[in-house]
């Protein structure tokens, strides 16, 4: 059986897994990706700290990819490469 893989979702799935939590004073959670600056969420628990650090991920590759930033290899996946395109021919 083949496997499809999405890059975008694997990149995802990989900085998640380099996420680091952390229970604040109050007892809520404090979530960021230490490779992605600037990829902070915050949660009354920890899974909805997480579901929001992975929703602050994607709008971060998002406006990264549309602006032209340069984003962090993660896990030898590189999303600064130009893409290129297949000709119709080959599908």
Not at 26 to 44: E, H, L, W
């Amino acid at each position: 059986m083949i496997q499809i893989r999405y890059i975008l979702s694997e990149y995802i799935n990989q900085a998640m897994a380099q996420a680091v939590y952390d229970k604040l004073d109050d007892g809520t959670f404090a979530g960021r990706i230490p490779s992605c600056k600037g990829v902070v969420s915050f949660g009354a628990t920890l899974r909805e700290c997480e579901d929001e650090l992975r929703s602050t991920l994607e709008d971060w590759i998002l406006v990264g990819l549309k602006l032209g930033h340069l984003l962090p290899v993660i896990g030898s996946i590189n999303l600064n490469k130009e893409p290129s395109c297949e000709p119709v021919d080959a599908v």
